[in-house]
């Protein structure tokens, strides 16, 4: 069966691969695109190929691992039928892509174009077309040659709106063009953006990149460029003569502010009678338009928006509006717009100047102008309903976790959150000897988030900060495992917000939790040499302070590179732990001290997550994160609690192992119906090559390497093999690839990972290199979203 197998997949490869059988006498597949930039231009100075690779007109078909799978399927497909089955071919192939010169061409020219925009007005583009090497297919090489580029010899300006001269030369220490730069359009025109970007935020709603223009001289020679940058009037129309009237740019501040909170484009397009039937409400500045009764109480709004009646127009202001507005989560959508006030004729208000510094030798005019924002805000669902799964299965171990959730977006007409969900969990052993083989786990979560900082003072001192929010969380969860019961339970106060550069900002003041053990194994008490691990099952109080950082750039390149971090550090029971030394002793015989009559922590933890995200192609991505943590327990506590402690394996970490079944560091594998493996302190790297397969489908291979250790030597509680040794840890790193299959839904992915084991640390030594496949080395992870 195996070589009929082997036979098989040859023949379907070999027929993928014969695809010119029907390619006409004469005409050639274009089977391979190459560029070849030029490696004699400085490596600062050369344009990559990847640069150039868009400006190629004919480009070959898409492959599927390494053959023209698409090409075949397409030409699988009879032409004279029109069926369901031909109809699915040619959708799912393609049609082969022929060698037309005429683009090839027009490709060189286009690179030549694209060369001389950069500065490089010597370049050359060539090409040549190899039709010899195999039958009926051609590969097309381009070449490029950059030249000696021209270089911008000197900068002035040209003020031909003299108002504006006092605005933008104390801005020019952050121009984009110097002298002795390369003469780069691309960078010419960043710097009009950059420009109009400046004076956008100073009131100017109607100056536009058009508004500045360049003029280049060359006639000094030696491919040196004297450029003027000209900042030019504003057009307000033609005189009797049909020639341009020209005046200052006007400034813009912002009169009135409407307000629709509950916005329906269609109703708007189609209901004649809706004007009729609306009513305001002035608040603070802002004209808040309803119908009936308002859903939003003004005051939330107010705070929403940053715009004030009579401010000088701010297109970053207006950004902040529009984000402010969707982080509250109750609109689905939100658009800022402006409508320019007609003026009297014969009234006419100036400006004398706007900026930091004035030139008082001398005083300048240019007209002011007046707008009216209209803001229309489109509400989502008030309410909603999520399901989440993740799943996780081995040779002897399976579990699948389900959460159900609710949420209300407006609850007290405040834009609150309510959030409610209810998780259940169930695991099981298939493993004959284990005596007993279930476990369960029920819990449910209520949240309720505010969109303003929740603080018994003044919150004017707050105003410039971003998308503040308070979230309100309380959650109960009950877990029966084979070897114990508890309960966990816990309520906090978080304080989360965001600034402009990508990063958020979440500060727990409040975390508080208590794990209240009710039943432990007795067996498992025996069993266990890890009298660390132990402890941490015991009943414990757990009150502490959080903070966490994220950075996240996706949205600044979408579809593009992307870095995001991830820190957190948490410590706990310090204050408890200083009021209890002040005022009470610990209990007669024991050397801790208890609040209500249960043992709190103290510890530290702290971890830190960099990833990074290559695009490779359209939808071809290389990604990669580094992981590192650690805990410390100390004072009151001899050891971490149990959630707090660190752990390998699942979805979003080694995946070819199951949550909990990795480490810590090289001990044996240890004999216990349940994984158990836990330690404070973990290293983790993973490798992830993504691409796509057809439609929503996508795949990936993965590399993950990491394990996790106890911090200190402690014979007489586990083994020294588990312990994080500086000079021997790397030879305990767990390593696994594996294949994975997403299926891109748009609101969600969905992700199921086969990881494989290359390198077990737990296994006996000369047995950790895994050289024969088995099952059992193999994990199934499923999980919704990326791992990182």
């Not at 344009?47 to 699988?76: C, H, M």
């Not at 900060?465 to 906090?492: C, H, I, M, W």
């Not at 960099?610 to 506590?637: D, F, H, P, Q, W």
Request: aromatic residues 14%; charged residues 25%; proline residues 5%.
């Amino acid at each position: 069966m195996r070589r009929i197998a082997m036979m098989l997949a040859l023949g379907y490869i070999c027929s993928a691969c014969s695809v010119t059988r029907h390619i006409p006498e004469g005409s050639y597949f274009l089977q391979k695109v190459k560029i070849e930039e030029d490696k004699s231009a400085p490596r600062k100075e050369r344009i990559p190929a990847s640069d150039l690779e868009k400006y190629i007109r004919q480009t070959p078909n898409k492959r599927f691992l390494g053959t023209n799978f698409y090409v075949w399927l397409y030409e699988q497909a009879d032409s004279s039928k029109h069926n369901r089955w031909n109809n699915w071919k040619r959708k799912i192939g393609q049609a082969p892509v022929l060698l037309d010169m005429s683009l090839t061409e027009k490709s060189a020219e286009n690179l030549k174009v694209y060369m001389d925009s950069k500065g490089f007005f010597t370049s050359r583009a060539t090409f040549e077309v190899d039709t010899t090497s195999r039958r009926k297919r051609a590969t097309v090489t381009y070449r490029t040659h950059q030249g000696v580029p021209y270089r911008i010899d000197s900068v002035s300006y040209e003020f031909r709106d003299q108002f504006l001269e006092q605005i933008i030369l104390p801005d020019t220490a952050r121009t984009l063009i110097h002298p002795g730069a390369i003469f780069d359009i691309t960078m010419l025109d960043r710097e009009r953006e950059r420009i109009t970007a400046y004076l956008k935020e100073r009131g100017y709603f109607n100056f536009s990149v058009n508004n500045i223009e360049y003029v280049a001289d060359t006639l000094g020679g030696d491919q040196r460029v004297d450029l003027k940058v000209v900042v030019k009037q504003h057009l307000t129309g033609y005189n009797e003569r049909g020639q341009a009237v020209m005046d200052n740019n006007m400034v813009y501040r912002i009169d009135r502010i409407n307000i629709f909170p509950d916005y329906d484009p269609t109703v708007a397009r189609t209901d004649t009678t809706l004007l009729e039937r609306l009513d305001t409400v002035y608040y603070r500045g802002l004209n808040i338009i309803y119908e009936k009764r308002p859903n939003l109480r003004p005051s939330v709004l107010r705070q929403a928006v940053p715009l004030y009646p009579n401010y000088v127009y701010n297109s970053s202001q207006v950004n902040r509006t529009y984000t402010d507005l969707m982080s509250m989560g109750y609109f689905k959508s939100a658009k800022v717009t402006f409508v320019e006030q007609p003026r009297p004729v014969e009234v006419t208000d100036y400006v004398t100047y706007i900026g930091a510094e004035t030139d008082t030798t001398q005083t300048r005019y240019t007209r002011e102008g007046y707008l009216t924002c209209n803001i229309l805000c489109t509400p989502t669902l008030k309410q909603s309903f999520k399901v989440e799964l993740e799943g996780s299965t081995t040779s002897s171990f399976y579990g699948l976790t389900a959460t159900v959730g609710y949420q209300n977006r407006n609850i007290f007409r405040g834009a609150e959150a309510l959030d409610i969900s209810f998780t259940a969990g169930y695991e099981f052993m298939k493993a004959p000897d284990a005596k007993k083989k279930r476990a369960t786990e029920f819990g449910v979560t209520t949240g309720l988030t505010f969109p303003r900082f929740l603080i018994p003072w003044g919150t004017r001192r707050f105003r410039s900060v971003n998308q503040p929010k308070t979230k309100l969380e309380v959650s109960v969860n009950f877990q029966d495992r084979p070897y114990y019961r508890r309960t966990l339970s816990s309520a906090g106060l978080t304080y989360l917000w965001t600034n402009r550069s990508y990063s958020s900002f979440s500060l727990r003041p409040i975390d508080i939790n208590v794990v209240d053990v009710s039943y432990l194994d007795p067996d498992f008490l025996k069993n266990t040499q890890n009298k660390y691990l132990i402890n941490s099952y015991k009943t414990q109080f757990i009150a502490g302070l959080s903070f966490s950082y994220g950075y996240n750039n996706q949205r600044k390149h979408l579809g593009g590179n992307a870095t995001v971090i991830r820190f957190n550090a948490e410590t706990s029971g310090n204050l408890i732990d200083g009021l209890e030394h002040l005022f009470s002793k610990p209990k007669r015989g024991e050397d801790y001290y208890t609040i209500f009559g249960i043992r709190y922590s103290q510890y530290f933890r702290t971890d830190l997550s960099v990833s990074r995200k290559i695009m490779l192609g359209e939808k071809t991505a290389l990604a990669g994160r580094l992981y590192g943590g650690v805990g410390l327990a100390y004072g009151n506590s001899q050891v971490i609690p149990f959630d707090r402690l660190f752990y390998a394996g699942g979805s979003n970490s080694m995946r070819g192992w199951t949550p909990r079944t990795l480490g810590p560091g090289s001990v044996p594998n240890p004999h216990s119906e349940f994984p158990t493996q836990l330690g404070d302190m973990k290293l983790e790297a993973n490798l992830e090559f993504r691409f796509p397969i057809w439609g929503i489908v996508h795949g990936a291979t993965f590399f993950d390497l990491g394990n996790i250790w106890y911090l200190k030597s402690n014979p007489g509680e586990y083994s020294d093999e588990a312990v994080f040794y500086f000079d021997n840890f790397y030879k305990q790193l767990g390593f696994n690839t594996g294949l994975g299959i997403r299926l891109d839904i748009k609101f969600a992915v969905l992700r199921l990972d086969w990881g494989i084991q290359l390198h077990n640390p737990n296994n006996p030594a000369g047995e950790r290199w895994i050289h024969n496949f088995k099952w059992k080395n193999t994990a199934l992870n499923f999980g919704v979203g990326y791992p990182f």
